[in-house]
């Protein structure tokens, strides 16, 4: 162990977020031991919920701030790959749970679907520690491919599943919903936060595999929470129907088989690439279809709907340079002390963590004068907020030169403006 | 959101949502490559240019929705809308 004294900004940061993990862990064991079936006004499932959750994003996370860098530094991908890979991987994420949802819900229930998926993302991060010798040469790269694979398909049985349980734990009119899905949402922002810090200190500083590993030890940790917690949640996620054994091992193998082809896809962007196309083109040509069908005024509202959802690609193709592009700018360019570079993805959930409650109160001061921007009003603001935030970086990267390391704050600012547009947006869209 | 589509079309919408922000994040990808320019590895100055380019398209869309965001409010029709829960 490093003497205190000659602790950088890196052991500070990462230490800190130690001391966080640890007092939620504390609070979280103290709900598990307790008898009383409430804590706080919540019944315990959604505790139960909440640090599966946040371990699952601890995972992910502190994952994913890392990618970028294992990239380029470790199987040696050009920035331009790297880059391309990154948002491959990352848009593969966001599709497979419409499928895992639509499966848990015909079928498999959530509770089962969120196992699977666990034990999937498990296996996938602890994937990643195989670092072989590097270079894309390196046999090792393919269990790379197949991690990534295993995370692709875990995401999808778990994210938006576990996310319906909360609800689950509540009847439709309780009025507590709302406050459960904030404090579910703060799981997910805490684990973020602190699954970066540490697992991108540990990758950085020490080693990939230590970084990998602890997103590892992580997800089983939630896996843990999950199963060990089952009886807190009174029977929420079940199977709709009485579900056969074999029909659940087909389900299974179901995903097993999209792990495979999720291993290949990743490997050719250019093929997902026309597979988004294609099936976009499709998707859009059906809800057209049936917005034809609608009456003046629901088919208005279509039409609403799609012209919000258009603006969705601009908006996240800005936001999501973060953990890309602005972290290897931020990584060679940036005057950041010893804190290493994928400890700067951590400053977004921080900031949510921060600011969701300040929006919240401000779109309900509004909305009681009448005042509330409407949902295109929103979306609009996130537009401009997210541009200016590349326009504050470039223009403070270029007044202090190209020569001269960029100063900090700009990052800090650069993150700022990307997370009140971001907060403008998600309101209007559906809460995960 | 899912409020303002037909209780039967309101997975879909939501499928559709996502499906936009996983393009997204391919587009992210594709932005992400151009800063590495044809080489492939990324400089200072063309990842600026990319950065600043992006902001003011992204600020000249934002206008764009600011001007018509009054049109597409009121294709919201959000007083004849029925809540259901």
New interface residues.
Partial sequence: MKDMALWNEGDWIASIAVVVLAIFLAIGGKIAIQKEPEFAGHPKGLYMLFFAEMWERFSYYGMRALLIFYLTKHWLFSDGNANLIYGAYTSLVYITPVLGGYLADRYLGQRKAVLFGGLLLAIGHSLMAVEGTGGQTDPAINVFWGALAFIIVGSGFLKANISVMVGQLYSLTDVRRDGAYTVFYMGINLGAAVGTILVGYLGETIGWGYGFGLAGIGMLAGLVVFVLGKSALNGAGEAPAPLAKSREWTLYGIGLAAVAVCWALVQYQSVIQNLLVVSGLGLLGYVLYETFKLDKEPRERMFAILFLISLNPLFWGLFEQAGGSMSLFTDRYVDRGATPASLFQSINPIYIILLAPLFAALWQWLGKRGKEPSAPAKFGLALAQMGLANLVLVWGAEAYGLAAMTPVIFVFLYYLLATTGELCLSPVGFRQ | ??R???SY?AS??????????????????????????H????S??K??E???M??????????V??L???I??????LD??EDR?
């Fill in positions: 959101m899912n303002l589509a037909p079309l879909l919408i939501m499928g559709a949502w996502f499906y936009m922000t996983a393009v997204g994040n391919f587009v992210a990808g594709k932005i992400g490559e151009a800063t590495g320019g080489g492939g590895e990324m200072k100055d990842l600026l990319i950065y600043e992006f902001g003011w398209i992204s600020i000249g869309a934002a206008v929705v600011l018509l965001s009054r597409v409010k009121s294709w919201m029709h004849t809308l829960k």
